[in-house]
């Protein structure tokens, strides 16, 4: 795999990043009842590891994609959306090309 070794790297750090949350959770958590300066210290610490992680997994994303081959479209218009033209818009049948049940219960039909 393409980037394997960078990915695994990524996820480390992504790991670490989130025991920092974890840990700056729990001080904003303590300090917010009585030292609201301290509490304030704690969220902006908080806060920026949020961003790294964010960011790490950005990156992590980015490099998976890049590994696997796909480059970004889902679909032959390369819009990158999921579905084909007229996919949102078409009627659909039922399973039998019998025009679906419109909602209507078995024994209502």
Do not use: C, W
């Not at 961003?51 to 790490?56: D, M, S, T, V, W």
């Not at 970004?72 to 579905?83: E, I, L, P, R």
């Not at 949102?88 to 019998?98: H, Q, S, Y």
């Amino acid at each position: 795999m393409k980037n394997a070794y960078t990915i695994s790297s990524i996820a480390r750090q992504l790991g670490k990043v989130a025991d920092k949350i974890d840990s700056l959770a729990m001080g904003v958590q303590d300090t917010e009842q009585g030292a609201s300066d301290v509490s304030e210290v704690y969220q902006g610490l908080l806060l920026d590891e949020v961003e790294h992680a964010q960011i790490l997994t950005l990156e992590l994303t980015r490099l998976t994609t890049e590994s696997t081959g796909e480059d970004g479209s889902s679909n032959a218009d390369g819009d990158g959306s999921v579905f084909g033209p007229g996919e949102l818009t078409a009627e659909k049948t039922g399973e039998n090309g019998d025009g679906g049940d419109n909602g209507q219960p078995e024994e209502g039909k």
